[in-house]
Nanobody
Framework: QVQLVESGGGLVQPGGSLRLSCAAS????????MAWYRQPPGKQRELVAS???????NYADSVKGRFTISRDNAKRTVYLQMNSLKPEDTAVYYC???????????????WGQGTQVTVSS
C-alpha cells in the first residue's frame, strides 16, 4: 500500500523559514508529478507548487520567489523550502503525488495526511 508521509511543519515567526518533506513508501513502480497544496483556515485547498518527474516546476503567484520545490527521486521524496514566511502562509500543507504501483497500471493520485504550518509572532 502506498503512503505519503509529510514532516517539517510547525510554528515560525514572520520572515522565518521552514522545510517540508514528503516521502513516498510502499509498492511503487514509478512516480510522476509531485506537488504541495495548502488549505488555509476556512478556505479551499489550493496548489502551492508542483514538480514534474523531469524537474520542471510551477508555483502559485503568492509564493513565487519565496518557496522552492525540489525532489530526490532516489529517496522518493519531495521537499518544499519556504522562506520569508508570512502570516497568510498559515495553513495545513498537503503532499500530492501521481504514483504508478505497477507497470501495467496508469498513475493514481495519492495524498499525504497534512502538516500544520503556522506563521505568527
Amino acid at each position: 500500500q502506498v503512503q505519503l508521509v509529510e514532516s517539517g511543519g510547525g510554528l515560525v515567526q514572520p520572515g522565518g523559514s521552514l522545510r517540508l518533506s514528503c516521502a513516498a513508501s510502499g509498492s511503487i513502480a514509478g512516480i510522476g508529478a509531485m506537488a504541495w497544496y495548502r488549505q488555509p483556515p476556512g478556505k479551499q485547498r489550493e496548489l502551492v507548487a508542483s514538480i514534474t518527474g523531469g524537474g520542471f516546476t510551477n508555483y502559485a503567484d503568492s509564493v513565487k520567489g519565496r518557496f522552492t520545490i525540489s525532489r530526490d527521486n532516489a529517496k522518493r521524496t519531495v521537499y518544499l523550502q519556504m522562506n520569508s514566511l508570512k502570516p497568510e502562509d498559515t495553513a495545513v500543507y498537503y503532499c500530492n503525488a501521481r504514483i504508478r504501483v505497477s507497470v501495467f497500471r496508469a498513475e493514481d493520485e495519492y495524498w499525504g495526511q497534512g502538516t500544520q504550518v503556522t506563521v505568527s509572532s
